[in-house]
């Protein structure tokens, strides 16, 4: 394109006023895009660059400014110098840091108003503020601000240097939370919070920096105190309405503390400019969410040893990722409503509470079998089927009274009947299935009339399988109705909807809301004598603790469900395996891996004693047993764990499904890191013949697989082959849009490793 | 130092005018900077950011420290210490990148000061910048001369508009188009 054609198309668009200057250059363009988006991409780099190459004029020292005298510069902030200083007439033993604007002063109503902001922000008074004290102009003209002297140390080096464990980190933050909070409610908004405004005294006391002084400069500079989005900004830690140069709300201030909390999780930043230009930068800041920290743990920065780091992970995974990506929502209105509201959940995770942020997976433990193996059309049929006959059984087991087997059965007739209506050859199964249930539900007011004990069953069981299907409006409607009805009816039957309730708000992200129902559910089950419903349940609720990592809490209950399950002969031994399955996960999380690893042993064994060989959650079963065996540094032992589940999901997805391409790519490199080399070809040379069929071209995974594919080579030694298959991912990458935080890096720097391991073999 | 009365001299009459003072002026301007960078950038200073400003006040007051020198013949010898400035960065950057050839894949950059960047991140290469300001030069030459002054020198607008005798406005404008395409260039 003609870059200079736009820069002269910037510089006239310069020549209006700032809320003008976009329109202008998208009316001057016309259809021209490149030149649309060279321009509008240096207009971006102008507001970005705020303060760039300003000169640092040095000749202050000795200098004073007002009644302080300066005593030497402490550093290079985003705006100007930084000194530190103290007052000439002694009349306080007060130093303080001032911090003088490189750019002059614009005129006179632009420094009244920065004035007066200046004065504002004197208010603000809190424990963990540096206080503004006062503020005017040099000689010069350029404009400085006098703050509270702060001696400390970087946050994220404070944590560093005191090796602060997960924990004790959060509860740092939340001191930086206080601050900016107090903050917001002054209506005062930061704009600039980063490492580097966050200084953590000696005695542990968090201290921000320059609070509201960037609006304060800009607006002396500038004009408009109240300008949208433009001013300095440190592109690292920008918001993304920044980089489209939005009006700025407290939400940009919750977005930049999510990527300060995030980097001291994870010991490196959300966004890693790497090598990207500004604009490449921005526009993966505005369009990508970051990955969830856990995933991106660097040991190296965060001093933790190898031995120390998947608890680490560990710590992380689960709440803390989903509460980190809830502030860093590339939409403002999807992130935390307030800086309060993210301390909240904050301090919600630090007293093991369930937090409010959710993740889009939630529940697919306890739903199984319509989510975890992605089957809506079969298994949804399925789903249903199992509840008709799981109600019926479960009555029978329960020892009821004839007349309650009857309602059973009946309740059973009217659930087939509905089903037999769904017409599987219209239009799909899922939808047929659906109305399906639209029409029973709408049929229960006639069917049932004055019978409320059947309605609350029949409306359970709907309730059941909207929920399977992810109904959840529908089945909510159905539950809360059925929960109703059998709020006199006692014990067991509401304990059993109360948990269908629970793994309602599950789905929902209602961690708290489900969690309380579970215990609910418990305290009405515990004293009557129905030992698998209290299994059935100890189970659900271990399982959601499960999800929420609070595995010591989960692993009890799961032991209480297996003596349960050992001395009831009414239990499906199924469910026995299942409780064991979840024990050995709970296990896996508490880091006791070898007690895990027998776990999925013996589960596994139940599990083959009463499903086919083929069956999916024994696909599951293996591959969770792998992960613990893998981290236990027994990758010879995962190997045939992996093939086997490997070889039922190809039995039941085909081998171009998704699942099977990429897990047999990762057991390819297992494979490879255990020396079997001919496996880890042939492994990998299907993985690739079938990959074109699984993914769609403009899905990343293509470019994972081939980039795997390269490692493998690598491993195995053939260089060659290893730069043009980490090429060919690239070449993936590079026609995406979206690609994975790192991915292209990653592939980068390999690309130059296998190119030194050549020529060092070559030499 | 005797050339301290020599530079007042040829400043005032470069100031009046006299384009062959000039010619008089730089190599002596362009030594002592060179000398001053080298100190700067000295191994056993690793890590140490330069700020070029800093330097060419620092050759100043090495080379002139006249009070008693009018402000317009204070702004010649800053403009002729801008221009050689970027100079001495981009020989200095070279004679490491050739001293190194051979050796580590990365060209260690010479950190200027960048102050829009986080504290731990400052650091613009001097060579990146000097390849920027030639593709910039060949669209708008004054541009270049404002970047010169304001980065190099640390001249303020007001002066910046005077020596290149533009409105203090034009000056503005320009320092702003060029700092937005130097970003953009060494994002």
Partial sequence: MNALLALSLFEAALARAPDERTGFIEREAGDDEVLRNGALALLAAHSASEGFLEPVVPDFASRELGPYRLIESIGVGGMGQVYLAERRDGAFEQRVAIKVMASALGDSD????????RQFLAWLEHPNIARVLDGGSTAE????????????ERIDAWCRRHALDVKSRVRLFAQVIDAVDAAHRALIIHRDIKPANVLVTEQGAVKLLDFGIAKSLDGRTHGAATQAGSGPMTPDYASPEQFAGKPLTTACDVYTLGLVLYELLAGR????RGRLTLVDFARRVTSEMPTRPSARVDAASLALSPRALPAWRRRLLGDLDRIVLKALETEPERRYASARAFGDDLARWLDNRPVVA?????GYRTLKFVRRNRLPVAASLIAVLALVIGLGTAAMQARVAREEAERAQRANRFLLSMIERADPFVSGRNPTLIEALDRAAGDIPTQFANQPRLEADVRHAIGRAYLSLERLDEAETQLLRAEQLRSDQGGKALAETLDSLAMLDWSRGRYDVAEQRLQRALALVEPINAPETLAVILNDYGTLLNELGRYAESRPLFERALAISASSVELPPKERAVFRSNLAFALHGLGELQA???????????????????????AINLNNHAAALRDMGRNGEAVPLLERS?????ELFGAEHPMSVTS?????LVYASVGRAEDARAAIDTALANAPRAFDPNNQTLGHVHFTAARIALLLGDTDDAIRLAQLALSIYARLDTVEEGRRERTEAFIREAEAKRSEAGA | MSDSGAITLLLKRLSAGESRADAELMPLVYAELRALAARYLSAERAGHTLSPTALVHEAYLRLVDDPSLAPEDRRQFFAAAARRMRQVLVDHARKRDAAKRGGPLLREQITLSALADDRDHLGIDALALDQALAQLELHDARKVKVVELRY?????????AELLDISRATAQRDWEVARAFLFQALA
């Fill in chain 1, 141 to 152: 003209g350029q404009p400085y601000v006098v703050m509270e002297y702060v001696d400390g």
């Fill in chain 1, 269 to 272: 930043a959300a966004f890693e």
């Fill in chain 1, 358 to 362: 959710r993740s889009p997976s939630v």
């Fill in chain 2, 152 to 160: 190099f020198a640390g001249l303020e607008m007001g002066d910046i």
């Fill in chain 1, 596 to 618: 895990s690893s027998d776990a999925y042993v013996v589960s596994r064994r139940e599990l083959e004693g009463v499903l086919s060989t083929r069956h999916p959650d024994i």
């Fill in chain 1, 664 to 668: 047999l790519s990762n057991l390819a």
């Fill in chain 1, 646 to 650: 490997i070889a039922i999901r190809r």
């Fill in chain 1, 110 to 117: 632009a420094i009244r108003r920065a004035e007066a902001e």
